[in-house]
């Protein structure tokens, strides 16, 4: 993560949201002390989150660690062993009848009766949910399919479908979006499209989950990241938040280096290689002391990235690679 920073921005916080502001906003999904047991093995081990309307939840962890059981128990598909889980307000359970135009679901295997064209497995779901032909042929353009539509989706390539897998999951402008792997199979641009989508409809006030192993691409787009290891929640927070509990260096660079900073007694302990380098948590602290001690406006902070973050916090909960232990 690189940030060129307004530093009196940054020390004012003024680009985040506040604290009252985030807990006024509504909670789509709240899981607490989620398990799921098949048979004697434990999938889920008291798993708790919450997303908020309008926000984004990406959903990381090893092969099996556990992220489409939970997305599928968001949906209902199956029921926890044990805990609750609130849905728009209403018990999962509750939820479920409504859950058809409430929720969209790309599952992680996405395939469609291939004999069907393009067209027609969106205009069966838009039937299903209620929603009109004129929306179809609107995302039908909108995900570059118009040439294709009237083809059957065996002739389809991988990302193609894809896409329509995607269309059929945003059909109905869902408040909750539930997304498992939505980029594998997209080029660069289909992915960049469907970032875009998201951000619409969290403006929108959509919710969305988006389970990846595409940590780079879903990096600059989430607003929370649950990291999951054998079932266990590892971390949960935004990026600052993971980063401050990772054992990486964030550093700053200047654009020309000050002897006010050389000099200062504080910021010499965190000199190195004509950077500034500190853990993630005494940020505010040196980004205040260059501000206000040495009066220093330019300079550029570099965050570690997200999926450094993920591989410190995943080595420091399993001691070892996930498949080596
Ligand atoms: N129906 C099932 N019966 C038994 N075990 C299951 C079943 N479904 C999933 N599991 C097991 O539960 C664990 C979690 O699976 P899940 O599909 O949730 O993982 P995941 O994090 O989505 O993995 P991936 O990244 O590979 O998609 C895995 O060990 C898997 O083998």
Do not use: W
Not at 4 to 26: F, L
């Amino acid at each position: 993560m690189k940030v060129a920073m307004n530093a009196a921005t940054q020390v004012h916080g003024v680009n985040h949201k506040s604290r009252a502001e985030n807990t006024m906003s509504q909670l789509a999904i709240q899981l607490t002390d989620v398990s799921l047991r098949y048979n004697d093995f434990i999938a889920l081990d008291s798993v708790s989150f919450e997303v908020e309307a309008g926000h984004t939840l990406a959903l990381l962890g090893h092969n099996g660690a556990g992220k489409s059981s939970l997305i599928k128990i968001i949906l209902g598909l199956i029921p926890p062993t044990s805990g609750t889980v609130t849905i728009l307000g209403q018990s999962a359970q509750e939820s479920q009848a409504h859950n058809c135009v409430r929720l969209g679901y790309l599952p992680e295997d996405a395939s469609f009766y291939d004999k069907l064209t393009g067209c027609e497995v969106l205009s069966y779901f838009a039937a299903l949910k209620g929603i009109s032909q004129r929306r179809v042929e609107t995302l039908i353009e909108e995900f570059g399919l118009e040439y294709a539509q009237h083809r059957q989706l065996k002739t389809y390539s991988k990302g193609m479908k894809q896409r329509l897998g995607v269309a059929q999951a945003i059909l109905a402008e869902p408040k909750i979006l539930l997304l498992d792997e939505p980029t594998v199979g997209l080029d660069p641009q289909a992915s960049q499209f469907l970032y875009g989508k998201i951000n619409q409809l969290k403006q929108a006030g959509c919710a969305v989950v988006i389970s990846t192993h595409e940590l780079s691409l879903v990096e600059s787009h989430l607003d929370r990241a649950l990291i999951m290891a054998k079932g266990k929640r590892v971390a949960l927070g935004t990026s600052s938040e993971l980063s401050r509990g990772s054992t990486l260096k964030t550093s700053i660079k200047f654009t020309e280096l000050s002897e006010r900073v050389k000099s200062n007694a504080f910021l010499q302990q965190f000199y190195c290689d004509d950077l500034l380098q500190f853990s993630a948590a005494q940020k505010p602290e040196i980004v205040q002391h260059l501000v206000s001690q040495c009066q220093i406006f330019d300079f550029e902070i570099k965050e570690p990235r997200l999926e450094d973050i993920y591989h410190d916090l995943m080595g420091q909960a399993l001691g070892s690679p996930v498949g080596q232990s």
